[in-house]
Structures are given as C-alpha cells and as structure tokens.
C-alpha cells in the first residue's frame, strides 16, 4: 500500500490524498487548492491520470476538501464518490455555488479588453450534475465493503453536518492494514453537531493540523457573548449589528444559538435577517438531517413543535429584499456571507454601514490574510469598497466560539487515542507551517510523526 499526499500539504487548503493498492486507487478528498491568486488555474491539472482513480471518498462537503470534484470528472474520472448522505447534499450546493463564483469572476473583467478577459471556469452546472449522479452515500459507523480487500467505515467528526473521517481497512499480501484520515475534527459542544467520535485503532493516521498551537478562549460561552454583543450594540444603542457567516454550517449554528437566546427571552426582541440563498438551502438541509444533529439540538427543536425558525427571524429571498434592508431603520442583526467580506451580498451591507457609528460587525471566523476581513480585524482605518475609500467608523469585533474546528488540545487527544504501540505513523497534514511544527512537537514523544510536502510517497 502505497499513500501520496497531494494536497493540504504545508498549508490548509486543496485537501487530496491517493492510496494505491494492487491494481486499485483510492483517492480522499478532492478539493479546491485557493492559497494563491492564481488558484483555477493551478487546480486545472491532476498528478495523476483522472480516469486512473477507481474511486473518492469524501470526508466532507467544504469547497477544500470538494470543490475539485467536477474538474476529475470532466477530466476522466469514472468511478463512485463515496460519503454520508448530508454530505451528498451539502456537496452538491456548494459546487453549484462555485459554478457562479467562477462566472462571476470572469464577468468582473472589462470586455473591451480581451487580453484581460476573466480566468476560464474550471467546470460548469453539467459537469456538477454529472458529479451528483456519482454519489453513494454511507451512514456513520457502517462497514462498508468496497470489493475483496477493501473496506470502508465513516466516523462522526463534528465540524460540518455529516463530516467524517476515514477508516480504510486493507487486506494485502494476507496482512489487514488499516489507515484512517481524520478530515477536518470538530470541537466538542458545538451548537447542533455530535461531538467528534474516537477513531478506532489504526496502524497510520492522517491527521489535519489546523489549530495546532492555538487554542479557544474558553473564557465565555457562545450564548453569553451574543448577549452581551447584542446588547450593546441593538439594546443599549438603537444599532445593529453585521455577522459576516458561512453560509453553510456557521449560519445554522449562529441561528440555532440565537433561537434558544430569544426563546428563552434573555433578551428584548430584535429583528434578524439572514440574507444568503445558500444559507437558506443549507438550512433545509439541515431540516431534512434533523436525525444527524445532536441531543441538545432535537430535544430543543422538539420543544419548539420541531421549529427551527423564530418569530424574530426572516429569511431574505431576492436582490430586492436585501437592498430594502437598509431602510430598516429599527436595531437589528443582519447575517450574510461571505464570511471573510470578499464577495456576496455582505458587501452589500458592508458598504451602507461601514462609516455608521451605530453599527458594530462581529466576526466569527478566521479571515486569510489579503482579504477584506483580514484588513478590518488588523484595524485598517479605511478601506476600498466599490471604487470608493470608506472611513472605517463601526466598532469590529472578533469571536471564535463559533470556529468549527477543534483546536491544539482537541487534536493532540484526537491523535493520542490511538495506541502508540499500534499506530506505526502520524502524518501531518491541512495546516500552516507553524501549526504543523506545534502539533508534531506535542506528539513526537509518543508517535512517529511525518510532515509531509506535496507529492510525497509513502510505503506503507
């Protein structure tokens, strides 16, 4: 068994790793590699032959760990995708969202100037459609059998509705090999999501390493923090308050979080919006896999008739809605993407209310360097937004009570549930280089750990 690891290799996007037995390729996760601005193009081509892989598995639906998939297939790729039935559903929303992400790029170009014309889409809606038809969704912790030496199991992980990680069991040359991939891991009382399972044992982990040093405030909880949040910036003052959000996990989640607040009025009433059509599909989503949330989650939307919604809440469908927001003159809060402000309708919003006094913005996620929300939580004091300079006069807040990953503690007992006397390899991925040597530094005692570069091989 050989393992390559061809993507989230000394960074954290464009997750992509090949397992190659006899005759038989596997590949885990196929995503969008996005750390350099030249990003559609670098993920046009495959070290490898697409119609070489037998079959994908995919631990779960963020465009990182996914969004390459209708480029494989357009490329030659033939075989089944293999995932849990909500990452089926939440996969194929986000690609076609990534279908208009792309037009829109290249729309942004001036015409007249054909040398400057947009970057070609990597893939359109057939290709996406064609994607979808490949799917076989697989219910956590149910073996799956792939064909005579090879099998399948998928592990609770939290971080994303239906998120997974790999157990690939391997029978070969009458030895049985098993090797897990942890995908992205979760973090423990998460608004809506199981916690993350333990994997069973294994004899080589693919670990991602994403907070590897970092670590949670731990010094509040989320529900205590919206309310103090709201309250000085709605209750205190007539304000509102902007939550730049992923539409998909982080929304539900924020949602969630305030339905219990204003149920159980903690607070005054306050109007919120959430304008994103991704969000409001994600969260059908999360309707139809109510099964999939955790106890906490359904005993409350059992209390609640099986509502998820909230008399405070509304959803905005059209163009014409979220631009009528502005002239909504009582405190409210106002949920949109994108979540690092570099593009979608949050800009929209960004734009009427980065110069009001009476507004504040909350962040609840990270933000990459080099874009909008990076410049805003550096404390930048005027920014560029529709060829304009705007003065910055709202207050900027940060949290991170709402990350979807676990952080430097979640990882290492993640890692440290396995046996060190049966786990022969730890091998490092899906993080920055700094996370990465942090994370190694707390396992090397115990484990063999690798941190490998793109393209590296290993004989397993």
Do not use: W
Request: hydrophobic share 35%; charged share 20%; net charge neutral.
């Amino acid at each position: 068994m050989k393992l390559t690891i061809l993507g989230a290799a000394e960074q954290v996007t464009g997750s992509m790793h090949l397992v190659q037995l006899k005759n038989y390729n596997i590949l885990i996760d196929c995503g969008l590699d996005y750390e350099k601005d030249t990003f559609q193009r670098e993920n046009l081509y495959f070290p490898f032959d697409p119609a070489s892989i037998d079959v994908v598995i995919l631990t779960h639906a963020h465009i990182d760990h996914s969004g390459n998939l209708p480029t494989l297939v357009r490329m030659g790729f033939n075989g089944q995708i293999l995932c849990t039935p909500p990452t089926a559903d939440l996969t194929n929303l986000l690609l076609l969202d990534s279908v208009n992400i792309f037009l829109s790029k290249q729309n942004q170009q001036p015409r007249s100037r054909k040398y400057r014309s947009g970057p070609e889409p990597l893939y359109l809606q057939k290709h996406v459609r064609e994607t979808a038809e490949r799917f076989i969704t697989i219910d956590f912790n149910k073996e799956f059998r792939i064909n005579d030496q090879l099998s399948l199991t998928f592990i609770p992980i939290g971080h994303l509705l239906g998120a997974a990680a790999v157990v690939l069991t391997v029978n070969e040359n009458g030895l049985t090999k098993k090797i897990a991939f942890t995908g992205d891991i979760g973090r423990k009382n998460y608004p809506l999501l199981v916690d993350p399972q333990p994997i069973p044992q294994v004899d080589y982990l693919v670990s991602e390493s994403t907070y590897g040093g970092r670590f949670h405030n731990n010094d509040t909880t989320l529900e205590q923090k919206l309310i103090e949040t709201i309250n000085e910036s709605c209750i205190k003052f007539p304000g509102r308050l902007i939550i730049p959000a992923f539409s998909i996990g982080r929304t539900q989640a924020l949602a969630y979080a305030l339905n219990k607040i204003f149920s159980k009025k903690l607070l005054p009433p306050v109007k919120v919006f959430i304008d994103s059509p991704l969000a409001s599909s994600a969260t059908e989503i999360h309707h139809q896999y109510a099964h999939y949330l955790n106890k906490e989650a359904q005993d409350f939307y059992k209390s609640q008739h099986g509502q998820s919604e909230f008399k405070e809440l509304s959803y905005v469908h059209d163009k014409r809605e979220s631009t009528s927001i502005s002239n909504y003159h009582e405190p409210c809060i106002i949920i949109s993407s994108a979540g690092m402000l570099e593009g979608g309708r949050i800009q929209d919003h960004l734009y009427y209310n980065i110069q009001n006094y009476y507004c504040t913005i909350l962040f609840i996620g990270y933000c990459a360097k080099g874009t909008l929300g990076n410049r805003l939580l550096r404390g930048d004091p005027i920014i560029r937004l529709r060829n304009r300079d705007l003065m910055v006069y709202a207050t900027i807040k940060q949290t991170d009570l709402l990350s979807g990953h676990g952080d430097h503690n979640d990882l290492v007992n993640t890692v440290k549930q396995q046996d060190p006397k049966t786990l022969k390899r730890v091998f490092l991925v899906h993080g920055d280089i700094e996370c990465l040597h942090n994370l190694s530094a707390a396992l090397e005692q115990d484990y063999q750990v690798d941190i490998p570069r793109k393209g590296d091989t290993y004989e397993l």
